[in-house]
Structures are given as structure tokens and as C-alpha cells.
């Protein structure tokens, strides 16, 4: 098992004793009717394998974006665990990436896990080139030697079909779609085992968003890592995940392989959904 999320949440607020119990999907809200706590992420447990693409859908608000900043530890999480990869200490305890400290979370962000943002600018650098970018994650992880950062960055530029001549252009002269592509490869040139991926196609024309989907997965098909992708779009979780999540008001609704949950659904919510694209 690469991720194992158990017991998970987020809440916003002052929170008290009945915030989980009162919100979630069964009652139909986010908002603890205590405490008027706001329950983005309510006891989560889910499970990614190695290699596996993992997909989250939900309506805006239902907390898919919040989980997976609670993976990659943008946000702090109230409560619960994460377990990554068999991370142990020195007596072989597994580790809650949860409570690592900041130097460790900052190591597990360079080599191990990646994200691509909606919006390039949160997963680049505008002030630094394409190539820049791309060797600063190199460089993240640890390589120091500048022949091999400038040859890492010329193979990822190389492996996102860009044309290495544009490698010392800034992201402001790129267009939306090749800014996703430049972070995509930023993204990847450490290697991680792990990549998570919010939203990467949305605002971007319908032809781009094709093309950034079949390069992602020739890439996770080249390289072998896992992926977690939120979209509310369930072509784009048809087209790239095996396994799909349902979510609403924090909760998990459905958990199953992707094919059956589109041809299938059991939870109304989930069937709501898939109705709504058809």
C-alpha cells in the first residue's frame, strides 16, 4: 500500500464534541449546528495502492480539494492519520506524515509526492524560466551537480513536447496550456511516487484539456507512479482513474472501481451525478 488515510478531518472554527456526528452527508450539511463550525473534512479513510489512479468527484464545496491539501500538506488537519509509502522511524513505527516536522514534511514534498495546481501559479514560480522551475525541484531532491539539473530539465521540457529552445522562457509567456504542461513536468522531475492533481484541466479549451489528459497518462504509464485527481468533470475521471471517490459534505458517499460507479451507482448523490453528464 503507498497512502492509507485513516480518520481524517478538517474543521473550520472553534469546533466542539458534536461536530462530526451532526454534519456529513447524511445530514445534509457541512456546518455544525452547535458550534457553526464549518466540517470540510469529516473522518475520511481511503487507501491508494502503488501504480493506481485514484479519482474524487463532488459537487463545489463537497471537500475534494480539501483532501487532497490535507495529503500533501498544504493544510493542517484537525484530526487522524497518514500513513505514506512505509515511512517508519527507527524502530520501524510508522510514521503519521501528519506530525512530521517541517524539515521531514519538506523532504517528502521534494522526493516523494507532487502536486499540479488548478492555477499554474500556485505550482510554479513566475519569477524563475520554464527550465527553472523544472531544476529547482531537481534540485529539491537532492541533486547538486549542474550538468545533470540543466540535463533533467532539458529531458522533462523534452518529455512534455515542448520545444527545448523556450527552456529559458518565463511562465507569463506561455499560454494556460503549456503553463499545465511546464508544471506538469516540474511536477515529475523528482521522480515522486505519488502525484496529486486538482482540478488540472478546468478553464482550459476542450482540445488542450485532451491533449494535457492523454499526456498525463502516457506519463503515468511511462513512469509508474500512483495518482489522486479531483475533477468535477467525470469524463476526466473516466478517462485516467481505475478507482473512484464520491464525496459530499466532507463525507464519502461511494468508493468503488471507476467503470462500475459510472455504469452503476448505488449512492443517490453518485447517481445524481452521473445523470447530470448524460
Not at 458534536?18 to 458550534?35: H, K, M
Request: hydrophobic share 35%; net charge negative.
Amino acid at each position: 500500500m503507498l497512502l492509507d488515510v485513516c480518520n481524517v478531518s478538517k474543521i473550520y472554527g472553534p469546533s466542539c464534541n458534536r461536530c462530526l456526528d451532526l454534519t456529513g452527508s447524511e445530514a445534509n450539511r457541512a456546518i455544525c449546528p452547535v458550534c457553526n463550525s464549518i466540517v470540510a473534512i469529516n473522518s475520511i479513510n481511503l487507501t491508494a495502492e502503488h501504480n493506481e489512479i485514484l479519482g474524487i468527484v463532488g459537487e463545489s464545496g463537497s471537500g475534494k480539494s480539501t483532501l487532497l491539501q490535507l495529503i500533501y500538506q498544504d493544510i493542517s488537519a484537525s484530526s487522524g492519520t497518514i500513513f505514506f509509502n512505509g515511512l517508519q522511524n527507527d524502530r520501524g513505527t510508522p510514521l503519521n506524515i501528519l506530525d512530521l516536522p517541517p524539515s521531514m514534511v519538506s523532504r517528502l514534498k521534494n522526493k516523494e509526492m507532487s502536486m499540479i495546481y488548478q492555477n499554474p501559479r500556485l505550482g510554479l514560480n513566475f519569477l524563475f524560466s520554464a527550465g527553472g522551475n523544472i531544476a529547482e525541484r531537481i534540485i529539491g531532491s537532492g541533486e547538486r551537480r549542474y550538468e545533470e539539473i540543466r540535463k533533467g530539465s532539458l529531458d522533462y521540457i523534452d518529455r512534455i513536447e515542448m520545444d527545448s529552445s523556450r527552456i529559458d522562457d518565463y511562465p507569463e509567456e506561455f499560454s494556460g496550456g503549456q503553463q499545465q504542461r511546464i508544471q506538469i513536468a516540474k511536477a515529475l522531475s523528482s521522480s515522486p511516487k505519488l502525484l496529486l492533481l486538482d482540478e488540472p484541466t478546468t478553464g482550459l479549451d476542450v482540445s488542450v484539456q485532451a491533449k494535457i489528459l492523454d499526456l498525463i497518462k502516457e506519463l503515468q504509464q511511462e513512469m509508474g507512479f500512483s495518482m489522486i485527481i479531483v475533477s468535477h468533470d467525470l469524463g476526466v475521471i473516466n478517462h485516467l482513474t481505475d478507482i473512484t471517490v464520491v464525496m459530499k459534505h466532507g463525507t464519502l458517499v461511494e468508493y468503488g472501481l471507476t467503470d462500475q460507479i459510472l455504469e452503476d451507482p448505488q449512492h443517490p448523490y453518485t447517481q445524481l451525478l452521473v445523470s447530470s453528464i448524460l
